[in-house]
């Protein structure tokens, strides 16, 4: 029998049968809306987790242990020995310093280059962390240099990524200030501080000058609440100051794989240090929290799909058992047992392609509907996604595809009762 | 055209077996119009399901239309009912739920491999050809509950001949007819026996074995 043979026939027996037709595509349509609808609501969650806790699966975070038995045991302070150590690690591709200032700076006047409305008398205590700039070397914008500048010369700094977004949604609002524009249009401006000042009573420095930090770029690799500066101007600011540098703060390990972390975490440790799962746990937890519930919620999507697939081979089952004339019929007029089978399943495949078309609109129509309501009804809060669902095109795809599927696989009994009707038997 | 030979057929009812059929032979030459007379229960209607390759649990040998049916497989049998013969019922046996155009078109639908096959446009144009030599070319777009009895043996007659058999088998087919309608339905056999098509009717009913130019009687499963 021809396709399109097969297609008429199988298109004029579904119109024939509207309420089961209708029953049938109703049943696959929710099995598809729910297993799309879950699988990119999980999608769409998970990336805006990402965007919220952007940690670098291969990075790991070295500081000094807690408890140090001292160098003899290989532990201690993290100094450039203990840098050389970490980086012959199996797996590690590169470490980096990081070292917080310990000299206090303020800000007391508004950036220069932004339009910016900074509270009379208002200043802020700028935490400040010097880093390797190989580590934040892939977030420079094009032209900008990052190391100790001479005198006189603004100091480069990174802001995090994130620090933007949270001052715009919540700094910015409960303090009445002016929103700063977005990312790239930042870099280059340049911020007035006052190196040595503190805001908390008996902490400022003795000696107090004024500088300038000058944006170079935004990172992921910066630490949310801090600006971040070359290692080497950290170092001449303590020296400036008399501060002694025992160590470095922390240091990070970049891996090859991020199959390698747990390994190179173990040697680390064996090593007397320890590991700051901080931000990166948070993230693997909240993404693993996430994984979790997208796939028992695509779980339950797909117990829906199975349940279509029963009732819509409970009710084939029904319609051919009322069919079997009608069937014994096609028979005499030359359809073969094969023939039947296929238009049963053919019948099955048409209503299952109906309803994942359908079932994968509604998902669509749905989370768009959810969007419109967040957007309406929720805050504005730091990384509030514009979509909470991703819809790749493979999901359309899987949506009519499991749906075509699992009507097919409930068609296959009764295709096979279809199949063992026997003409002569039926028709008289 | 139809050559049978030895045929015996039984049915199992409980733990008893009955004969339907009993070494049964039937030659019906090509363009012949024989009539198989015989009362309800005899096994006419089983002589055509044998003959018509529907049935293929009997003993004996049966040649129809040039095709050994014993030697078929099932596949080959499906197409031997879709090209070789015609089949027409008492109770016309339309899909209720299809217009007389396709109904008419079914056979086309399963045309076997090798058989040029029809596109559905094509076949629709041959069913409306089909319903215009039986008179109901107006009437292609309803519904059987919507044809009186004559008119629905009279699709049922163009179906049968849409695939352009070699053989036509037709049981009881003015059973469930009023006279004039019955009358249509002769009539249109004796057309297609004049075009050659050999006409093989099973029946109780005097009008149709009067028109037949050969009457069988079918009795304790021997034609006499």
Redesign the interface.
Known sequence: ??L??LV??AS??L???RRGTILNTAAACVGAAALVFFVALGMGVGQAARLLFPGDARLIEVVPGAVSLGAALGGGALDDGAMERLRELPGVQGAWRRLSLRVPIAASRAPEGVRMNWPPGFTVQVPVVGVDAGLVASDLQPGRRFDDPPAGEPIPVLASRRLLEVYNKTIAPAWNLRRLPAGIDLVGLQIPVQVGFSIIPLKTEEKVYDARLALAGLSDRVPLYSLAVPVETVRRLHREYGKSDAGYSSVVLELARPDDVPSAAAAVRRMGFAVDEGERAIAERVGLAITVVAGALALLALLMTALAALAIAQSLSASVRART??IA???????????VRALVLAEAALVGLAGGVLGVLIAWLAARGVDAAALRFLPDFPFRPTTFFQFPPWLFALGVGVSASAALLGALAPAALAARID??RA?? | MISLRHITKCFRDGEREVVVLRDLDLDVAAGAFTAVVGPSGSGKSTLLYVAGGLDADYEGEAVVAGRDLRALSARERAAFRNVSVGFVFQSFNLLPALPAVENTMLPGLFAPPGVPAPSIGQLRIRAMEALDRVGLADKASRLPAHLSGGERQRVAIARALLSRPAVLLADEPTGNLDAVSGEAVIQLFSAMVRDGVTVLVVTHEERVSAAAGRVLHLEEGRLR
Not at chain 1, 329 to 339: F, K, P
Request: aromatic share 0%.
């Open positions: 029998m021809r399109a043979s008429h026939l004029l027996n119109r024939s049968d004339r009608d019929i096609l028979q005499s007029l030359g359809a073969t047992a094969g023939d003409p002569a028709i008289s």
